[in-house]
């Protein structure tokens, strides 16, 4: 598996197609960040922005071998292994930014609640925001995985489909994703931090059992 994650690394990197998500953080960063604004509020906005990269990051990986390549690595290791080490490679790719945003953020808030007149502390802030983006990332990679190939086969119905449930999961209320958002976002109002230990547990098991699911169908279409 470890060969397959650098093989698949290295693919990524030379097709420069992990340029488009990373811009795409960066302005979503560069116009939601603002000097001054409360911490939380920050993170809220910065963690949000993690659930479209992700989804685009897992559709790059998952479509980036050409059929011939993808192939003679599905004979050698088999399919499952495969797609399983492209999304896999989306995940640990969207650390990055996760980090990022996270050290964005806590150079440019104001450590106080939304109406500045209480103190937020900025470790305990800093990890609550960093588990949220962890919540949106892997939510992202869930429907990037479900959204996609070998699922979904036409591209027609899959960049929409991805960007639809992205859309709908980060602002409905039963959302792993718009939970830790939101807990963020309210506990700026009085200066509490809402560590989204929850959110993020059900975001691993969905994005797991995303991925298994996926995998399991490339074994059947490989």
Do not use: K
């Amino acid at each position: 598996m470890i060969a397959l994650l650098r093989y698949q690394t290295a693919l990524l990197i030379g097709s420069h197609r992990w340029l488009p998500p990373v811009i795409l953080y960066a302005a979503w960063l560069a116009i939601g960040v603002q000097s001054g604004e409360p911490i939380l509020d920050a993170f809220g906005y910065a963690a949000g922005g993690l659930l479209p990269a992700g989804v685009w990051l897992t559709r790059v990986c998952v479509t980036n071998e050409p059929p011939a390549a993808r192939n003679c690595a599905a004979a050698a290791a088999g399919p499952g292994r495969v797609h399983l080490a492209c999304v896999l490679t989306a995940a640990v790719t969207g650390l990055l930014p996760a980090l990022v945003g996270t050290a964005v953020v806590v150079l440019l808030s104001d450590p106080r609640s939304t109406d500045l007149r209480v103190a937020v502390p900025v470790p305990p802030a800093a990890f609550a925001g960093l588990l949220a983006a962890l919540v949106c990332l892997l939510m992202g990679i869930a429907i990037g995985a479900l959204s996609n190939w070998p699922v979904l086969r036409s591209t027609g119905w899959s960049i929409p489909t991805g960007l639809l449930a992205a859309l709908l999961l980060l602002v409905l209320g039963a959302s792993p994703a718009n939970a830790a958002v939101s807990g963020l976002v309210t506990g700026s109002v009085h200066g509490t931090i809402n560590t989204p230990w929850l959110p993020l547990a059900a975001t691993g098991l969905l994005a797991a059992a995303a991925t298994a699911a996926a995998c399991a169908l490339s074994s059947r279409r490989g």
